[in-house]
Protein backbone atom coordinates (compact mmCIF):
# COMPACT_ATOMS: atom_id res chain seq x y z
CA UNK A 1 0.00 0.00 0.00
CA UNK A 2 1.18 3.73 -0.77
CA UNK A 3 2.44 5.16 2.14
CA UNK A 4 0.95 8.61 1.84
CA UNK A 5 2.66 10.14 4.80
CA UNK A 6 6.04 9.72 2.75
CA UNK A 7 4.16 11.43 -0.05
CA UNK A 8 3.27 14.27 2.36
CA UNK A 9 6.66 14.31 4.02
CA UNK A 10 8.65 14.55 0.52
CA UNK A 11 5.87 17.42 -0.30
CA UNK A 12 6.37 19.34 2.68
CA UNK A 13 10.12 18.90 2.88
CA UNK A 14 10.28 20.21 -1.12
CA UNK A 15 8.18 22.91 0.70
CA UNK A 16 11.19 24.07 2.69
CA UNK A 17 13.78 23.52 -0.99
CA UNK A 18 14.81 20.06 -0.32
CA UNK A 19 13.73 17.71 -3.23
CA UNK A 20 13.54 14.13 -2.83
CA UNK A 21 13.55 12.20 -6.49
CA UNK A 22 10.92 9.70 -7.03
CA UNK A 23 11.87 6.11 -7.20
CA UNK A 24 11.24 3.84 -10.11
CA UNK A 25 8.26 1.48 -10.22
CA UNK A 26 7.45 -0.84 -12.68
CA UNK A 27 4.14 1.39 -14.46
CA UNK A 28 0.88 -0.03 -14.72
CA UNK A 29 -0.21 2.51 -17.19
CA UNK A 30 -3.69 0.87 -17.21
CA UNK A 31 -4.45 2.27 -13.28
CA UNK A 32 -3.49 5.62 -14.97
CA UNK A 33 -5.97 5.66 -18.01
CA UNK A 34 -8.51 2.81 -16.50
CA UNK A 35 -12.03 4.03 -18.43
CA UNK A 36 -14.67 5.06 -16.23
CA UNK A 37 -17.85 4.80 -17.50
CA UNK A 38 -19.42 4.43 -20.62
CA UNK A 39 -17.23 7.13 -22.25
CA UNK A 40 -13.76 5.26 -21.58
CA UNK A 41 -12.68 7.98 -19.85
CA UNK A 42 -12.22 8.98 -15.87
CA UNK A 43 -13.46 11.34 -13.50
CA UNK A 44 -12.92 15.06 -12.42
CA UNK A 45 -14.26 15.50 -8.56
CA UNK A 46 -15.36 19.54 -9.65
CA UNK A 47 -18.28 21.08 -11.41
CA UNK A 48 -17.04 22.77 -14.85
CA UNK A 49 -19.35 25.69 -13.61
CA UNK A 50 -16.08 27.34 -11.81
CA UNK A 51 -15.96 30.22 -9.35
CA UNK A 52 -13.03 31.30 -11.96
CA UNK A 53 -15.42 32.20 -14.88
CA UNK A 54 -12.93 34.72 -16.55
CA UNK A 55 -9.12 32.36 -15.89
CA UNK A 56 -8.60 29.59 -18.26
CA UNK A 57 -5.18 28.84 -16.38
CA UNK A 58 -5.31 29.66 -12.69
CA UNK A 59 -2.27 27.02 -11.56
CA UNK A 60 -0.11 28.20 -15.07
CA UNK A 61 0.22 24.65 -16.05
CA UNK A 62 -0.29 25.08 -19.55
CA UNK A 63 3.14 24.18 -21.16
CA UNK A 64 4.17 22.88 -18.54
CA UNK A 65 5.13 19.24 -17.50
CA UNK A 66 4.28 17.35 -14.23
CA UNK A 67 6.48 14.16 -12.92
CA UNK A 68 4.55 11.45 -11.75
CA UNK A 69 5.86 10.92 -7.59
CA UNK A 70 5.02 7.03 -8.42
CA UNK A 71 6.10 6.09 -11.59
CA UNK A 72 9.67 7.59 -13.05
CA UNK A 73 8.52 6.91 -16.86
CA UNK A 74 4.96 8.39 -16.42
CA UNK A 75 4.58 12.61 -17.46
CA UNK A 76 1.60 14.58 -17.52
CA UNK A 77 1.02 17.20 -20.69
CA UNK A 78 -1.21 19.14 -22.33
CA UNK A 79 -3.72 21.19 -19.42
CA UNK A 80 -7.16 21.65 -20.01
CA UNK A 81 -8.55 23.91 -16.88
CA UNK A 82 -11.57 21.96 -15.88
CA UNK A 83 -12.90 23.69 -12.48
CA UNK A 84 -11.86 25.60 -9.12
CA UNK A 85 -13.05 25.35 -5.59
CA UNK A 86 -11.23 26.15 -2.17
CA UNK A 87 -8.82 23.55 -2.15
CA UNK A 88 -7.27 23.95 -5.70
CA UNK A 89 -7.65 23.61 -9.05
CA UNK A 90 -8.77 20.58 -11.75
CA UNK A 91 -7.39 20.22 -14.61
CA UNK A 92 -7.29 16.98 -17.98
CA UNK A 93 -4.05 16.47 -19.04
CA UNK A 94 -2.53 13.70 -21.08
CA UNK A 95 -1.15 11.08 -19.45
CA UNK A 96 2.74 10.34 -21.37
CA UNK A 97 4.73 7.24 -21.41
CA UNK A 98 8.48 7.16 -21.39
CA UNK A 99 8.56 7.02 -25.46
CA UNK A 100 6.57 10.02 -25.29
CA UNK A 101 2.98 8.59 -26.34
CA UNK A 102 -0.20 9.64 -25.20
CA UNK A 103 -1.52 6.84 -23.26
CA UNK A 104 -4.80 8.37 -21.90
CA UNK A 105 -6.67 11.25 -20.53
CA UNK A 106 -6.56 11.84 -16.85
CA UNK A 107 -7.53 14.76 -13.97
CA UNK A 108 -5.33 16.11 -12.04
CA UNK A 109 -6.17 18.63 -8.54
CA UNK A 110 -3.51 20.83 -7.69
CA UNK A 111 -3.59 22.73 -4.37
CA UNK A 112 -4.08 26.21 -4.32
CA UNK A 113 -0.55 28.24 -3.23
CA UNK A 114 -0.39 28.34 0.35
CA UNK A 115 1.58 29.44 3.33
CA UNK A 116 3.87 27.28 5.79
CA UNK A 117 1.12 27.15 8.33
CA UNK A 118 -1.92 26.54 5.90
CA UNK A 119 -4.22 23.89 7.40
CA UNK A 120 -5.25 23.38 3.61
CA UNK A 121 -1.97 21.04 3.39
CA UNK A 122 -3.30 19.06 6.36
CA UNK A 123 -6.56 18.77 4.10
CA UNK A 124 -4.82 18.00 1.19
CA UNK A 125 -3.14 15.18 2.75
CA UNK A 126 -6.15 13.35 4.47
CA UNK A 127 -7.84 13.46 0.70
CA UNK A 128 -5.09 11.97 -0.61
CA UNK A 129 -4.92 9.44 1.68
CA UNK A 130 -8.53 9.13 1.47
CA UNK A 131 -8.70 8.59 -2.47
CA UNK A 132 -5.57 6.05 -2.47
CA UNK A 133 -7.44 3.77 0.07
CA UNK A 134 -10.37 3.89 -0.90
CA UNK A 135 -9.65 2.54 -4.30
CA UNK A 136 -12.05 -0.66 -4.39
CA UNK A 137 -15.32 0.57 -5.20
CA UNK A 138 -16.88 1.26 -8.32
CA UNK A 139 -18.81 4.25 -7.47
CA UNK A 140 -15.65 6.38 -5.54
CA UNK A 141 -13.18 8.61 -7.67
CA UNK A 142 -9.79 7.16 -6.30
CA UNK A 143 -6.49 8.21 -6.54
CA UNK A 144 -3.37 6.17 -9.05
CA UNK A 145 -1.19 8.50 -8.65
CA UNK A 146 0.20 11.89 -7.05
CA UNK A 147 3.23 14.53 -6.54
CA UNK A 148 4.35 17.62 -6.94
CA UNK A 149 5.52 20.52 -9.48
CA UNK A 150 6.67 24.07 -8.13
CA UNK A 151 6.90 22.69 -4.68
CA UNK A 152 3.01 22.47 -4.43
CA UNK A 153 1.24 18.93 -4.27
CA UNK A 154 -1.34 17.18 -6.79
CA UNK A 155 -2.89 14.48 -6.74
CA UNK A 156 -4.17 12.24 -9.99
CA UNK A 157 -7.52 10.52 -10.91
CA UNK A 158 -9.66 8.93 -13.83
CA UNK A 159 -11.31 11.70 -15.79
CA UNK A 160 -15.02 11.17 -16.56
CA UNK A 161 -15.24 13.79 -19.90
CA UNK A 162 -19.07 13.90 -19.38
CA UNK A 163 -19.53 13.66 -15.61
CA UNK A 164 -22.25 16.18 -14.34
CA UNK A 165 -23.06 17.36 -10.60
CA UNK A 166 -26.47 15.51 -9.15
CA UNK A 167 -28.14 18.57 -8.78
CA UNK A 168 -28.05 19.53 -12.27
CA UNK A 169 -29.53 16.22 -13.51
CA UNK A 170 -33.10 15.58 -13.70
CA UNK A 171 -33.80 12.38 -14.42
CA UNK A 172 -37.08 9.98 -12.94
CA UNK A 173 -37.60 9.03 -9.77
CA UNK A 174 -37.04 5.37 -10.22
CA UNK A 175 -33.29 5.85 -11.55
CA UNK A 176 -32.47 8.84 -8.91
CA UNK A 177 -33.31 6.03 -6.32
CA UNK A 178 -31.13 3.42 -8.24
CA UNK A 179 -27.81 6.44 -8.62
CA UNK A 180 -28.58 7.31 -4.93
CA UNK A 181 -28.33 3.62 -3.59
CA UNK A 182 -25.21 2.90 -5.64
CA UNK A 183 -23.53 6.18 -3.52
CA UNK A 184 -24.94 4.80 -0.29
CA UNK A 185 -22.95 1.67 -1.09
CA UNK A 186 -20.23 3.89 -1.70
CA UNK A 187 -20.56 5.49 1.62
CA UNK A 188 -21.18 2.02 3.27
CA UNK A 189 -17.58 1.12 1.71
CA UNK A 190 -15.49 3.85 2.76
CA UNK A 191 -16.76 3.63 6.31
CA UNK A 192 -15.97 0.50 6.42
CA UNK A 193 -12.13 0.79 5.56
CA UNK A 194 -12.57 4.12 8.16
CA UNK A 195 -13.63 7.20 6.40
CA UNK A 196 -16.31 8.95 6.71
CA UNK A 197 -16.97 11.75 4.49
CA UNK A 198 -18.11 14.98 5.89
CA UNK A 199 -19.09 17.03 3.62
CA UNK A 200 -21.65 15.44 1.21
CA UNK A 201 -23.97 17.49 -0.92
CA UNK A 202 -24.98 17.15 -4.50
CA UNK A 203 -22.53 18.59 -6.56
CA UNK A 204 -20.15 15.95 -4.80
CA UNK A 205 -21.83 13.32 -6.32
CA UNK A 206 -21.32 13.33 -10.30
CA UNK A 207 -22.88 11.53 -12.82
CA UNK A 208 -21.61 9.91 -16.12
CA UNK A 209 -23.86 10.06 -19.28
CA UNK A 210 -25.27 13.39 -17.74
CA UNK A 211 -25.08 14.61 -21.73
CA UNK A 212 -27.91 12.27 -22.84
CA UNK A 213 -29.99 12.66 -19.55
CA UNK A 214 -30.01 16.47 -20.42
CA UNK A 215 -30.98 16.19 -24.21
CA UNK A 216 -33.94 13.87 -23.15
CA UNK A 217 -32.44 10.42 -23.53
CA UNK A 218 -32.18 8.53 -20.83
CA UNK A 219 -29.61 5.14 -21.21
CA UNK A 220 -30.56 2.38 -19.03
CA UNK A 221 -27.43 2.08 -16.89
CA UNK A 222 -25.88 5.70 -15.32
CA UNK A 223 -23.43 5.86 -12.87
CA UNK A 224 -22.96 7.90 -10.12
CA UNK A 225 -19.22 8.30 -8.66
CA UNK A 226 -18.71 10.41 -4.82
CA UNK A 227 -16.15 12.54 -4.90
CA UNK A 228 -13.97 15.18 -3.17
CA UNK A 229 -12.82 13.91 0.20
CA UNK A 230 -10.89 16.74 1.39
CA UNK A 231 -12.74 17.01 4.94
CA UNK A 232 -12.95 13.46 5.31
CA UNK A 233 -11.66 11.96 8.47
CA UNK A 234 -10.44 8.63 9.37
CA UNK A 235 -12.25 7.02 11.84
CA UNK A 236 -9.27 4.83 13.05
CA UNK A 237 -6.83 8.68 14.17
CA UNK A 238 -8.49 10.44 16.95
CA UNK A 239 -5.79 12.99 15.64
CA UNK A 240 -7.29 13.40 12.63
CA UNK A 241 -10.08 15.65 13.36
CA UNK A 242 -11.36 18.96 13.40
CA UNK A 243 -12.75 19.95 16.72
CA UNK A 244 -14.32 23.00 17.44
CA UNK A 245 -14.69 24.42 13.64
CA UNK A 246 -17.68 23.75 11.02
CA UNK A 247 -16.62 22.88 8.41
CA UNK A 248 -17.90 21.93 4.99
CA UNK A 249 -21.85 23.25 3.87
CA UNK A 250 -24.54 24.33 6.12
CA UNK A 251 -27.48 23.32 4.55
CA UNK A 252 -26.23 19.42 4.52
CA UNK A 253 -24.58 19.48 7.99
CA UNK A 254 -25.83 17.15 11.00
CA UNK A 255 -27.28 18.83 13.72
CA UNK A 256 -24.76 17.90 16.34
CA UNK A 257 -21.76 19.38 14.46
CA UNK A 258 -22.97 22.61 15.57
CA UNK A 259 -22.23 21.53 19.01
CA UNK A 260 -19.03 20.86 18.78
CA UNK A 261 -19.07 16.69 18.25
CA UNK A 262 -16.64 15.59 15.82
CA UNK A 263 -17.93 14.45 12.74
CA UNK A 264 -18.30 10.59 11.20
CA UNK A 265 -20.38 7.96 9.29
CA UNK A 266 -23.62 8.97 11.51
CA UNK A 267 -23.10 12.56 10.72
CA UNK A 268 -22.91 11.72 7.03
CA UNK A 269 -26.32 9.49 7.09
CA UNK A 270 -27.67 12.99 7.98
CA UNK A 271 -26.55 14.65 4.81
CA UNK A 272 -27.18 12.02 3.22
CA UNK A 273 -31.00 12.72 4.21
CA UNK A 274 -30.37 16.47 3.06
CA UNK A 275 -29.78 14.94 -0.37
CA UNK A 276 -32.10 12.46 -0.65
CA UNK A 277 -35.08 14.98 0.54
CA UNK A 278 -33.55 17.63 -2.36
CA UNK A 279 -33.42 15.36 -5.23
CA UNK A 280 -37.01 13.66 -4.78
CA UNK A 281 -38.87 16.59 -3.12
CA UNK A 282 -37.24 19.57 -5.14
CA UNK A 283 -36.28 21.55 -2.38
CA UNK A 284 -34.27 21.65 0.58
CA UNK A 285 -35.59 21.00 3.36
CA UNK A 286 -34.12 23.38 5.60
CA UNK A 287 -33.59 26.61 3.48
CA UNK A 288 -33.82 29.71 5.91
CA UNK A 289 -32.34 33.19 4.56
CA UNK A 290 -29.61 33.20 7.12
CA UNK A 291 -27.03 30.55 7.80
CA UNK A 292 -28.19 31.03 11.24
CA UNK A 293 -31.68 30.48 10.52
CA UNK A 294 -30.43 26.96 8.72
CA UNK A 295 -28.52 26.19 11.22
CA UNK A 296 -31.50 26.93 13.55
CA UNK A 297 -33.69 24.41 11.79
CA UNK A 298 -31.49 21.69 11.25
CA UNK A 299 -31.45 21.56 15.01
CA UNK A 300 -34.79 21.70 16.01
CA UNK A 301 -35.33 19.72 13.13
CA UNK A 302 -37.85 22.13 12.08
CA UNK A 303 -38.79 20.70 8.01
CA UNK A 304 -42.34 20.03 6.28
CA UNK A 305 -41.93 15.93 6.13
CA UNK A 306 -41.68 14.37 2.89
CA UNK A 307 -44.49 14.13 0.51
CA UNK A 308 -42.86 11.41 -2.31
CA UNK A 309 -44.97 8.68 -3.91
CA UNK A 310 -42.79 5.70 -2.34
CA UNK A 311 -43.97 5.32 1.81
CA UNK A 312 -40.45 3.76 2.03
CA UNK A 313 -38.34 6.35 0.87
CA UNK A 314 -40.33 9.04 2.51
CA UNK A 315 -39.89 6.92 5.79
CA UNK A 316 -36.43 6.54 5.10
CA UNK A 317 -35.81 10.01 4.66
CA UNK A 318 -37.22 10.89 8.35
CA UNK A 319 -34.94 8.71 9.92
CA UNK A 320 -32.04 9.83 7.98
CA UNK A 321 -33.32 13.44 9.44
CA UNK A 322 -33.40 12.39 12.93
CA UNK A 323 -31.91 15.24 15.07
CA UNK A 324 -30.43 12.66 17.53
CA UNK A 325 -27.68 11.11 16.49
CA UNK A 326 -28.23 7.99 19.25
CA UNK A 327 -32.00 7.82 17.96
CA UNK A 328 -30.90 7.74 14.13
CA UNK A 329 -28.43 5.32 14.89
CA UNK A 330 -30.75 3.43 16.47
CA UNK A 331 -33.57 3.78 13.42
CA UNK A 332 -30.60 2.82 10.99
CA UNK A 333 -28.69 -0.28 12.54
CA UNK A 334 -27.26 -0.92 9.56
CA UNK A 335 -25.96 2.53 8.71
CA UNK A 336 -25.30 3.05 4.96
CA UNK A 337 -25.91 -0.67 4.23
CA UNK A 338 -29.66 0.05 5.71
CA UNK A 339 -29.91 3.11 3.46
CA UNK A 340 -28.38 1.01 0.35
CA UNK A 341 -31.03 -1.54 0.71
CA UNK A 342 -34.18 0.73 1.28
CA UNK A 343 -33.25 2.54 -1.51
CA UNK A 344 -33.24 -0.41 -3.94
CA UNK A 345 -36.74 -1.26 -2.37
CA UNK A 346 -38.04 1.76 -3.05
CA UNK A 347 -36.90 2.12 -6.53
CA UNK A 348 -39.09 -0.66 -7.30
CA UNK A 349 -42.09 0.69 -5.59
CA UNK A 350 -41.37 3.56 -7.52
CA UNK A 351 -41.15 1.79 -11.13
CA UNK A 352 -44.26 -0.27 -9.99
CA UNK A 353 -46.52 2.55 -10.99
CA UNK A 354 -45.03 4.95 -13.60
CA UNK A 355 -48.91 5.61 -14.61
CA UNK A 356 -49.31 7.88 -11.19
CA UNK A 357 -46.37 9.18 -11.42
CA UNK A 358 -46.48 10.66 -14.87
CA UNK A 359 -49.86 12.30 -13.87
CA UNK A 360 -48.21 13.70 -10.88
CA UNK A 361 -45.85 15.56 -12.34
CA UNK A 362 -48.22 16.50 -15.56
CA UNK A 363 -50.53 18.05 -12.65
Request: proline share 6%.
Amino acid sequence: MTNVADAVGKISATRRGVVTQPVAKPVPVAQIVKPVGSSGNGATPLNTTTIFPTIKDPAGLQGQTLISGKYASLNYQNFQYVASGGMGHVYSADVIDQQGAVRGRCAIKIINDYHPDDKRLRLFQTEIEAMLRLNQHPHIVHAVDYGFHDKLPFVVMPYISDGVPLNEVKMPAPKMAHILADIASALGYAQGVGFAHLDLKPPNILVSKAKEIINGSFPERLKAYLTDFGLSRNLDISTNTMTGTVKGTVHYMAPEIFNGVKGDGISDLFSFGVILYEMFCGNKPFAADTVNGVMGQIMKGDYELPNTESGILNSLITRLLTTDRRERTRLLPSGFRSVESDLRVAAQELESDPLKLFLKKAS
